[in-house]
Structure formats: C-alpha cells, structure tokens
C-alpha cells in the first residue's frame, strides 16, 4: 500500500525530471519581437485579444497567421471570459489587441 503512494508521489517528479531537459512549446519562437512570448502562452493570450475586441464572425478569420484561433466556439467564449477578466484586473495593456505583438 504504501509503495503505492509513493509512487503516486514520485511519478511527477520523476516525469518533470525527464523532460525538463528538452524545449517547451515555443522556445526560441518569438514572431519576429524579441519581447513576445512564444508557444502555447502567446497563443491563449492573442485568443484573449481577439475574442474580447472583435465581433463574433470575425474570431475564425482574424490573422490566421499570427495564432488564428482554430478551436470550438466553446472554447472561444472562455477565452473572452478569460480576456474580459484579464481586461478588468490586470489591465487593458495584457489584452491589447494590437500592441501586444
């Protein structure tokens, strides 16, 4: 029983330890700024950005290149939840969607 929960315990770590080594989503991958952020990060971000300050039927079309949000319409709105909320308390500048780039 208890080597159970040991191992419950120590396979993350153990996990966190083998792939710690290797690059994450969007190492060395900036867009072209120095000062973006690359990867899985940026792209929730612009999702925010895009959800939040464009109307509906453009959240498909907007800037396919850069991010184009490509998951369901669910998803979509809690990005807006979640850009609105960024929006409100943490400030307009962590969703603009121009600027950020």
Same mark, same amino acid.
């Not at 208890?2 to 060395?28: C, D, N, Q, T, Y």
């Given at each position: 029983?208890?080597?159970?929960? !040991?191992? %419950? ?28 952020? *690359? *990867?899985?990060? #940026? ?41 609105? !909320?960024?929006?409100?308390? %943490?400030?307009? #500048?962590? %969703? !603009? ?5």
């Amino acid at each position: 029983m208890h080597s159970k929960i !040991a191992l %419950v315990f120590l396979l993350p770590f153990l996990l966190r330890f083998l792939i710690a080594p290797f690059p994450h989503s969007g190492e060395g991958n900036h867009h072209g700024s120095k000062t973006a952020y *690359g *990867g899985d990060y #940026e792209a929730q971000r612009h999702w925010m950005e895009v959800t939040l300050h464009l109307n509906i039927s453009q959240w498909y079309k907007y800037d396919l290149s850069y991010w184009g949000l490509d998951y369901p319409p669910l998803i979509a709105y809690g990005s807006y939840l979640m850009g609105w !909320a960024s929006d409100k308390f %943490v400030g307009e #500048e962590s %969703v !603009a969607l121009l600027d950020s780039r």
